[in-house]
């Protein structure tokens, strides 16, 4: 069993404050750190699945996890995961569901969706549960505050791989940030940048991909940057036993590791994004 304890920007009500991209990705780094060593690329399913407490801005709470069983939305449709906090059913725990490994399933779009609802169980859930420790306002209505419920769902893998296409709102924008941070923190934790650059370093001559160094245009990291190169053969992407051979090192799809590498800049302009 794992305890992960986490910090951030918050407001006075512990969502997330003005938390950039870098700052995600640093965040998710540190949830790694206290899962595997540094050594290690492939974070599993087996050692996301023991965390179960989390101490995050300094509010404790367990995470009831469950990856045996199929997930459904509050609509009753089929979904891939779900991330909820019901004050009814305990008042310090966030649960986190994932749908089993199975035919429209793969281990890695499990593992993927694992990691996208507990960065919502970060990044969410310790607002939640404040919110529902303070119990009705002045003009809330007791009974129906008391069994309000808090959930984020990820209905397809399309889900993790965009932010959603919502409104500008207040609700809607809130909504559209919680599923880039979550997005964010699902590709870092599991495809952090600098063990990507080191396992593209390693792998790279043996699959024919040229690296160029030049200055960095990241104002987030600067110093030397690295892009790839590789010629198409016979109409295939030259990139493709590359992305196959890191994927396989990091225990999630060549797509994946193709928007890993888009987002760390290692792609050039023009290169197809998946």
């Given amino acids: ?19 950039k991209h870098t700052q995600v990705a640093n965040i998710a780094l540190q949830a790694r750190q206290q899962l595997i060593s540094d050594d290690t690329d492939a974070l599993t399913l087996e050692i996301l699945g023991a965390i179960d407490n989390m101490k995050v801005n300094g509010i404790p709470y367990e995470l009831w996890v469950d990856t045996d ?27 986190l569901l994932v749908t089993p490994v199975c035919e429209i399933a793969s281990i890695e779009l499990v593992l993927s969706t694992f990691a996208h609802e507990l960065g919502h169980a970060v990044f969410e ?31 397809n893998a399309e889900h993790l791989a965009k932010s959603p296409n919502v409104g500008n709102t207040a609700h809607e924008a809130s909504v559209r940030f919680a599923e880039f941070r979550a997005n964010e923190f699902m590709g870092s934790l599991l495809v952090p ?6 396992a593209v370093e390693d792998l790279a001559e043996q699959y024919s991909v040229t690296i160029t160094r030049s200055p960095s245009l990241d104002l987030d990291f600067p110093g030397m940057g690295m892009t790839l190169s590789a010629k198409s053969i016979f109409g295939f992407d030259g990139m493709d036993p590359l992305l ?17 590498m888009d987002r760390y800049g290692l792609l050039k302009p023009g290169v197809k994004n998946y």
């Avoid at 794992?2 to 938390?19: E, G, I, N």
């Avoid at 940048?193 to 080191?198: A, C, S």
């Fill in 1 to 19: 069993m794992s305890l992960l304890t986490l910090s951030y920007q918050h407001c006075d009500r512990y969502f997330p404050a003005y938390v």
């Fill in 69 to 95: 069983h199929p997930v459904k939305d509050e609509s009753g449709c089929a979904v891939l995961g779900v991330c909820e906090f019901d004050p009814e059913g305990s008042k310090d725990a966030a649960l």
């Fill in 193 to 198: 940048r600098q063990h990507l650059m080191r």
């Fill in 244 to 260: 196959k051979a890191l994927a396989t090192r990091f225990g999630v799809t060549p797509r994946f590791i193709r928007v890993r």
């Fill in 125 to 155: 859930a310790p607002g939640w549960i404040y919110e529902a420790a303070q119990g009705a306002g002045l003009f809330d209505e007791p009974a129906l505050t008391a069994h309000k419920a808090y959930r984020t769902s990820t209905p």
